[in-house]
């Protein structure tokens, strides 16, 4: 039986800090270039700092949007995540258990939309996650070592994300060749 695990290391379930910063980073440094264009290059030098005004004057609103709409969502995914970390601390979460209903394997090189995520389904709830996300739940795909196949009976431990609407796997357990061969993903 292969397991995963965070229910015993609750320090694991945390945001990923580093990809919230990205995101305010890049924020903030169009903030700072719409200013500079806007103190440095003066109205009516020409026909080409006319342009990098009105660049400017695009880039300000919008930086200004893209750092209110990055820390709005920061602040639901760290909330989230120490939700969670409480919900499992007191062993508040969902459990499903059984032999596979479908199975879709994900994609090791994911692109940038759903289609190539990994799919299964047990006790009438589906279950959808990518080689590509950052999140601290079970996300490992098949083709990447990810430990539930076609014919695997899981135990799967999850807690709700009502904001994003997906399931965070907090435990898994998988016992390969225990059942037979689920059918591909409609």
């Given at each position: ?6 229910t ?18 890049v924020?903030?440094?169009m903030?700072?270039?719409a200013?500079?264009?806007?103190r ?7 026909d ?11 880039l300000?609103?919008f ?12 602040y639901?995914?760290?909330?989230h ?6 919900e ?5 979460y ?15 090189s994911?692109?940038?939309?759903t ?10 709830r589906e279950f959808?996650?990518g080689a ?7 996300h ?8 539930v196949?076609p014919h ?9 994300d ?9 435990r898994?357990?998988?016992q390969?060749?225990?059942c ?7």
């Amino acid at each position: 039986m292969e397991v995963f695990d965070l229910t015993h290391s609750l320090n694991q379930i945390k945001p990923a800090f580093w990809f919230d910063a990205l995101f305010a980073v890049v924020g903030l440094g169009m903030l700072v270039v719409a200013v500079i264009i806007l103190r440095s290059v003066k109205r009516g030098q020409g026909d080409t700092s006319d342009r990098i005004r009105r660049i400017g004057w695009f880039l300000l609103p919008f930086s200004l949007f893209w750092v209110t709409f990055t820390s709005w969502m920061n602040y639901q995914d760290i909330r989230h995540a120490y939700a969670v970390r409480r919900e499992v601390a007191q062993g508040r979460y969902f459990v499903r258990e059984g032999c596979l209903e479908y199975f879709r394997a994900g994609v090791a090189s994911p692109g940038k939309s759903t289609a190539d995520n990994e799919r299964w389904k047990v006790e009438g709830r589906e279950f959808s996650y990518g080689a590509g996300e950052v999140r601290f739940g079970y996300h490992a795909v098949e083709p990447r070592g990810g430990i539930v196949h076609p014919h695997s009976r899981v135990r799967v431990f999850f807690v709700e994300d009502e904001f994003l609407g997906r399931d965070d796997i907090v435990r898994l357990e998988s016992q390969s060749r225990a059942c037979p061969s689920a059918p591909d993903a409609p």
